[in-house]
């Protein structure tokens, strides 16, 4: 069974948006949540990357544990995904989160966030594959159509990779042999608790 | 390197910027290597607690691509907190228990009389029920949160713990205002008799004369232990509050390691708090016969009075006498 | 614990998961627009999600029961020309999946291609015909607005001509639409029409086609890979091109090339090199001429390349000599230890490339760094061939091919220029007669001591840029060469924001008679000013509600066929323009063989209407089968080569980058590297094109021992005509058929006839068969005597900072140029004396975000763009923001140093710009010194995000050569407000 991950290869990320945008667009994400974003560390100075960031999807993910609710689950892939109809909105996940990844339809209001919002990894939610309550809640279901996510798919310059995480993993080490520099598996550690080494 | 950090840094960066400027130059040429010079992960996270850059949406505390801490929050909220509350309210159950056991419901000594005394007067009774009640409602929806899921969830199921914790946490978020009310009011209005004085040492040395029967050390309208459970009220309420609003408005002039902070504080505290509650409450309803009339009906035993708070009922019959007094020396005239 | 039924091995597609069928009933467009909640404007959606609110997907339910149909348009955002495949259900476009088939963008895109699905869904754009009537906006039929509007166009002409009527064209047109247009302009008779080309790379086309026959990239993005040096110097396309960038970064990975950036800014693509070189904005030439400097004086250039293939090398070599590394560093700030290591990396490592855009073009100096950038690239011998090239990376999405089409005030499509010959090639292609089409133009009478034109001359003369259209309104009428003022302005797709000296362009836009804008959104024009009458909005709908072709930079031409129909009451441009040639009388006599629908010509009709005429730049091949065969079977084209292996194509390259030699029966396969040697001209090889006749001063303008590959001419030679035919004995090739047509063309002076009129193709079928280029074999040309600089020298920008090197290298002294007076002489003289450089001390330049484009009013309105650039900034340098006390985020005032001209923005403030220099994007509107203009809209038609256009603080500055504006070398101050 495939163990699917993110990985983002900062030298090449240009920070384009594409895959803040291709989000966006496959699943209606309104503004305000981010399910991806893009960062940029030491901005213009010599030795500025960009690193796109969403869920990672970690291994014994530190949101599906500190859930009061345990609305989490992981799929069989490795997926992280949520229920939305249990989700109470008290904001746990984002504390645990190393990534930032659960966004609220209201934050910083008093009361309530709102179900929280993530990354799917285009794997929709519980309901059933590509199903209007699915597609209302979650988004797309690109992983049951046999395609990956979009954000990976769509990446400019193939930075972002998604997918089985040995072969990723692999394209990542060609890639850092062959042009001989690389500035990390960004968020692999954090969420694996393992990295690429080269 | 937090967004105040680095405001921080390039206030300084900026400082320094001015004291080098002595020739306007407008640029200078340097031999700069984007490729070779690139940021890398690791370095970054072995020097710093979390990575954080510019982002253009509005929404800054995106700016933070990772904060590992949150992996210490978890480690600290699923295993410290868990087992301080676990351990503090299943002792103090435990704890009460055995004291029942062994004490059994402390009574009246001499037997109730058939004369009351006024303990509390309807506003000190309402201050200390608006508090209580919220402080219940508080407790268990906090407890919920921390250990529903493997008390209730396996009991209600998915969707019907869900509601309930949904509910659970609206009642939280919007009973934390009058409790925090309550709090205050009861602050001015018992904090003149919870002063600590010297009489409460000898309370305390004796135990509150709780283990045996037959001996009350002397008390005021407040005995140590009562004081102490005001200071605790008092004070773990407040930090409560503080915590809370914390987490109630996210990123209000907090960062998400202040939130995290303020969430471990505020649930290991809330453990502590609750067991020494149900002491409180213990001791306030079945544990002490009498006890309960002071809340309830703000008239208590003059008896119980006289074993439990013998130097207030002194007091107010003392005042009592000074005003029978004035009023007949007034009718005389 | 949750169950989740599936994992990712699921095959099932789209499609079938779809026709399975979850829901039932059926949503038209109009009712799917209306369900999916887009009448939430997205600002207003932020405050509007309710408590404990789930993410409202703001589509969807999409009906699963209908089938899907999949589209392939082209991204319109860009030249790199990225395929967009949609998914498309009753009519609705439903979704966007990666053309992963694409040789060019390979399933990628960038914000804005990830997004362009929302277009089509804008809510913001303009829903039908609008005109402003005592300041507020009343809804017209298109009916109305198109005789309201011809009536006043043919008073304004018969009042003050023809030239009257400015024509401002679009980058975003297709090659039809574009097409179409410039005929229409000539059918109307003024070549007073222009388009962003102008703004962007007319000086790169200028400047290129001036140095080795054409004006477009050489090679192609995909060729980059092959490179083993990489200089990007004054573009920034990680922002502006990102998909490029992959073909960028993979040489740079796989051929561990060395990647320069050369720029005044540390961009998003600088954080990629290997090496990058900070330098002063406007010292491009210093900084070549530095660079040559070292490579002459190590013996690092190509002797063989100069000797066979450059004309004038010797001359550049003195001025370069003046260019020693002690003055290139006083000047532009870069050590000559580092230029000297960038130059000897160039010119020894490779094959090496040289990558511009507008930091090269944007200049008074335009043109001249152009040539100069050129120049570097034939001195170490890197033109024609693989890896190598002057890859200039063009802006719209179809720049190049509104170029092409002519949409220039100096050409007729397919730069046949002005002069008799081209109009009387274009008049027997559109078989109309020539002299109708010169009755068009007006008579110029004699004014401001120039002599008067005839119509003749007036046809044959150069209009006025887009640059200067503002100024032809307001200036005095004898300062303007043309019969009188600009009085209207008919824009076709073109913002307001894009051009320099906005405070000026106020008063010019107040002084037109009738202002139309045909446009998806309310450009700025729409709003500047203080108009209250004589605004017409024409709703025009975008190129995925039509089809057509357009070509990306690298002259690849890709077609695109209709996504969905035209939204709201809006029309295609081809529809439009037809309807306008109709009420003003000439359809007849312009569609005449083009065929129409339902007032609608058919765009696969105009294509090969061009193929029939654009023989110079070889537009004949690329038929729209042809065409439509590409987009097909993209699969079988090369990731590097851009040849197709396999398929029906086999052997194109992809997309028949032009030229692509005769009629497309002769089956040649386009040209991937322009001017390439080393293959046969009917693989796409080529030579330098002698375009300034064979020799000059006594030197041959013929390449020496220099030939393509199979070449039956071993040597230089000058273009083809039925004369020269004759002296080879080749017009036996000839078929009958094609005899008879030259013949016909030629009248009594047969020989002169030329391969770039022969309208059979037949001179063009029979160079392919003796393997020689149809345009010649000659040297480029390092000297343009034809120039105003023939060997680029230096010249400080108008607003210098450096006021004391403006003694030593002023700009060209005042001037007139394509019927303007250019003042910059006189303009940059008072600037140093006035001081400007003390009160305006920062250096401003301006540039793209990856989020917008253009003017920004179509990507501002889309609200995943948006989102991600809300607010318009200045970036600030850490020093010059804690000098004035600014700190991030804060609002500041920019300001310029002409007509009291202010902006109020934010700052960031970074190290992406160096000290003493600030930066600005060019995409926000709707701002104007200081005041927010939303309520100037129509309403609901305001783009999400307003702000200051950079145009509201720019200033004065002319190339001399092709009028382009000076944005990215100003002065400004910069304060908190």
Not at chain 2, 36 to 41: I, Q, R
Not at chain 2, 83 to 109: E, H, K, N, P, Q
Not at chain 2, 198 to 227: C, R, V
Not at chain 3, 663 to 687: F, M, Q, S, W
Request: glycine share 10%.
């Amino acid at each position: 069974m495939a163990r699917m991950k993110f990985l983002c290869d900062a030298d090449r990320c240009i920070e384009c948006n594409a895959c803040v945008t291709a989000c966006k667009n496959e699943h209606e994400v309104p503004w305000g949540i981010n399910r991806r974003r893009v960062v940029t560390i030491n901005d213009g100075k010599p030795g500025e990357r960009s690193v796109s960031m969403a869920c990672m999807h970690c291994t014994d993910a530190p949101c599906q544990a500190v859930c009061p609710v345990d609305c989490f689950l992981t799929t069989a892939d490795g997926v992280v995904l949520h229920s939305k109809d249990l989700c109470i909105g008290c904001g746990y996940c984002f504390y645990a989160c190393p990534f930032g990844a659960p966004q609220y339809p209201k934050t910083g209001n008093f009361g309530s966030r709102g179900k929280m919002d993530k990354c799917t990894y285009c794997a929709g939610g519980p309901e059933a594959d590509n199903s209007p309550e699915e597609y209302a809640k979650y988004g797309a279901n690109r992983l049951a159509q046999g395609k990956l996510p979009i954000c990976a798919e769509m990446c400019s310059t193939k930075a972002l990779l998604a997918g089985d995480s040995e072969m990723i993993a692999t394209i990542y080490k060609e890639r850092v042999l062959k042009r001989g520099y690389g500035s990390g598996a960004w968020g692999w550690k954090v969420a694996y608790r393992e990295t690429i080494a080269v | 390197m937090t967004d105040r950090n680095s405001n921080w840094r390039n206030l300084a960066l900026a400082l320094l910027g001015l004291a080098l400027i002595t020739v306007a130059q407008p640029m200078q040429a340097q031999t700069v290597t984007p490729t070779a010079s690139a940021a890398k992960e690791e370095q970054l996270l072995s020097t710093m607690k979390q990575i954080d850059g510019r982002i253009s949406i509005p929404d800054q505390k995106a700016s933070v691509l990772m904060q590992p801490a949150g992996q210490e929050w978890r480690k600290v909220h699923n295993t410290t907190m868990f087992w301080v509350g676990a351990v503090s309210i299943l002792g103090m159950m435990l704890a009460l228990t055995l004291f029942y056991t062994i004490r059994g419901r402390i009574m009246i000594d001499s037997g109730p009389s058939d004369r009351t005394i006024l303990r509390f007067n309807g506003f000190e009774r309402f201050v200390h029920w608006l508090t209580a009640s919220c402080f219940i409602v508080l407790a268990l929806s906090g407890l919920n949160v921390s250990f529903g899921k493997y008390l209730l969830l396996p009991l209600l199921g998915a969707d019907s713990f869900s509601a309930l914790s949904q509910l659970a946490k609206y009642a939280h978020n919007f009973l934390a205002f009058p409790f925090i009310i309550g709090l205050v009011f009861m602050f001015l209005v018992w904090v003149k008799d919870n002063i600590p004085e010297g009489g409460d040492l000898d309370w305390l040395k004796a135990g509150g004369g709780l283990m045996g029967k037959g001996h009350h050390p002397p008390a005021k309208k407040f005995n140590a232990g009562q004081k102490i459970i005001f200071w605790v009220v008092i004070g773990g309420g407040t930090v409560l509050s503080v915590t809370g609003l914390m987490l109630l408005f996210p990123f209000t002039g907090t960062v998400i390691a202040d939130m995290q902070l303020g969430q471990t504080v505020h649930g290991i505290l809330s453990g502590l708090i609750i067991a020494v509650m149900m002491a409180h409450i213990y001791i306030g309803s079945v544990g002490m016969e009498g006890a309960i009339d002071a809340m309830n009906t703000g008239e208590v035993d003059l008896n119980w009075a006289r074993e439990h708070h013998s130097l207030w009922v002194e007091e107010v019959e003392a005042q009592e006498r000074e005003a029978d007094h004035k009023a007949k020396s007034v009718a005389a005239e | 614990m949750l169950i989740k039924r599936k994992s990712g091995e699921a095959t099932r597609t789209r499609l079938q998961a779809m026709a399975n069928g979850l829901s039932s009933g059926v949503l038209d467009r109009r009712s799917f627009l209306t369900q999916s909640g887009l009448a939430l404007g997205g600002v207003a959606a932020i405050g509007s999600i309710q408590l404990g609110a789930v993410r409202q997907a703001q589509a969807g339910p999409v009906n699963r029961a209908a089938p899907v149909e999949i589209r392939k348009n082209i991204c319109t955002h860009c030249s790199v020309g990225c395929s967009v495949t949609a998914e498309v259900q009753n009519g609705v476009w439903i979704g966007q999946e990666p053309s992963w088939d694409s040789p060019i963008n390979r399933g990628t895109h960038c914000a804005k291609g990830a997004s362009v699905r929302e277009l089509v869904h804008g809510d913001r754009r303009i829903k039908y015909p609008m005109k402003l009537v005592n300041g507020e906006w009343q809804r017209l039929s298109w009916e109305t607005a198109i005789s309201e509007i011809s009536g006043k166009m043919t008073e304004i002409r018969d009042k003050s001509g023809a030239d009257s009527v400015f024509m401002l064209g679009s980058a975003k047109m297709s090659n039809e639409g574009a097409y179409l247009f410039r005929k229409f302009g000539a059918f109307w008779g003024t070549n007073s029409i222009d388009h962003q080309a102008r703004i962007c790379h007319s000086t790169t086309v200028a400047g290129v086609a001036n140095t080795w026959g054409y004006g477009a990239q050489t090679n192609s993005y995909n060729d980059i890979r092959n490179a083993k040096t990489i200089i990007i110097m004054g573009g920034n396309p990680a922002e502006a091109h990102p998909v490029s960038l992959q073909h960028v970064l993979s040489g740079k990975e796989i051929n561990r090339a060395n990647l320069f950036v050369i720029d005044p800014r540390f961009t998003r693509t600088a954080a990629h090199a290997t090496e990058f070189v900070r330098i002063r904005p406007g010292t491009d030439i210093p900084i070549i001429w530095g660079m040559l400097h070292h490579i002459f004086a190590n013996g690092w250039e190509d002797k063989d390349f100069i000797a066979k293939r450059v004309y004038g090398m010797d001359e550049v070599r003195k001025e370069v000599a003046k260019w020693t590394p002690e003055e290139v560093e006083r000047v532009t700030g870069v050590p000559g230890e580092q230029l000297k290591r960038v130059a000897q990396t160039f010119a020894t490592q490779k094959p090496s490339t040289l990558i511009w855009c507008m930091g090269a073009t944007q200049k008074t100096v335009g043109t001249a760094n152009v040539r100069a950038y050129c120049t570097l690239l034939l001195a170490t011998g890197n033109v024609g061939s693989q890896g190598t090239g002057a890859n200039i990376f063009r802006g719209h999405c179809n720049v190049q091919g509104a170029t092409d089409m002519g949409l220039d005030v100096t050409n007729l499509p397919l730069y046949y220029g002005l002069v008799e010959g081209a109009w009387k090639h274009w008049s027997r292609v559109w078989e109309v007669e020539y002299d109708y089409l010169q009755s068009r133009f007006d008579e110029v009478p004699a004014k401001g001591g120039r002599p008067a034109r005839t119509r003749k001359q007036n046809m044959e003369t150069s209009g006025i840029p887009s640059t200067r259209w503002f100024d032809a309104a307001t200036l005095p009428s004898e300062d303007v060469d043309q019969r009188d003022n600009v009085k209207a302005m008919f824009i076709m797709g073109h913002g307001g924001n894009t051009v320099t000296r906005m405070p000026e362009m106020s008063k010019g836009i107040e002084r037109l008679e009738l202002l139309v804008v045909c446009d998806p959104h309310p450009t700025t024009f729409a709003i500047h000013g203080e108009r209250k009458n004589g605004t017409y909005l024409l709703p025009i709908c975008t190129q995925f509600e039509t089809s057509g072709s357009r070509t990306a930079s690298n002259r690849s031409i890709q077609w695109g066929e209709k996504v969905v129909e035209p939204i709201f009451e809006s029309k295609d441009d081809f529809e439009v323009i037809y309807r306008f040639a109709q009420k003003l009388g000439f359809a007849d006599k312009m569609f005449k063989n083009i065929k129409v629908e339902n007032n609608h010509p058919v765009p696969e009709d105009i294509l090969r209407e061009i193929n029939r005429g654009g023989w110079s730049t070889g537009y004949t091949g690329q038929s729209p089968e042809r065409l439509k065969t590409h987009m097909a079977n993209q699969k079988d084209f090369d990731l590097v080569t851009l040849r197709a292996k396999d398929g029906p194509a086999k052997g194109d390259y992809y997309g028949l980058p032009w030229p692509c030699w005769g009629t497309p029966e002769v089956k040649h396969p386009g040209t991937h590297i322009l001017y390439n040697t080393n293959l046969n001209v009917r693989d796409g090889g080529g030579a330098f094109r002698p375009r300034f006749g064979v020799e000059y001063q006594g030197k041959t303008l013929l390449a020496e021992g220099s030939y393509s590959l199979g070449s039956e001419l071993t040597d230089g030679y000058p273009e083809f005509t039925f004369g020269i035919f004759k002296r080879l004995g080749w017009d036996a090739d000839l078929t009958e058929s094609e005899l008879a047509t030259i013949n016909k063309i030629g009248g009594n002076n047969v020989d002169a006839v030329s391969w770039a009129i022969d309208l059979s193709g037949g001179i063009q079928r029979v160079c392919l068969k003796h393997g020689v280029s149809p345009f010649g074999n000659g040297k480029a040309r390092a000297i343009a005597w034809n120039l105003p600089d023939p060997v680029p020298v230096h010249r400080e920008p108008i607003y210098s900072p450096r006021p004391d090197l403006v003694a030593k290298y002023p700009t060209r002294p005042d001037g007139r140029e394509l019927r303007m007076p250019n003042r910059g002489g006189s303009v940059q003289k008072a600037a140093v004396d006035t001081g400007v450089a003390k009160k305006f001390p920062i250096v401003l330049t301006s540039g793209r975000l990856v989020e917008y484009e253009g003017g920004g009013e179509e990507t501002r309105s889309n609200k995943w763009l948006a989102e991600l650039q809300q607010d318009m900034f200045v970036e600030i340098n850490t020093n010059d923001a804690a000098e004035r006390g600014i700190r991030e985020g804060q609002w500041v005032w920019v300001k310029g140093p002409e007509s009291d001209s202010k902006a109020k923005v934010k700052a960031l403030v970074t190290d992406r710009v160096g000290r003493g220099v600030a930066f600005m994007p060019f995409h926000f509107g709707g701002w104007f010194q200081g005041v927010d203009q939303r309520a100037k809209y129509p309403k609901g038609t305001d783009p999400i995000v307003l702000g200051e256009a950079v145009n509201g603080v720019t200033t004065y500055g002319y190339d001399p050569v092709t009028g382009m504006q000076e944005t990215k070398v100003t002065l400004c101050q910069i304060e908190a407000a």
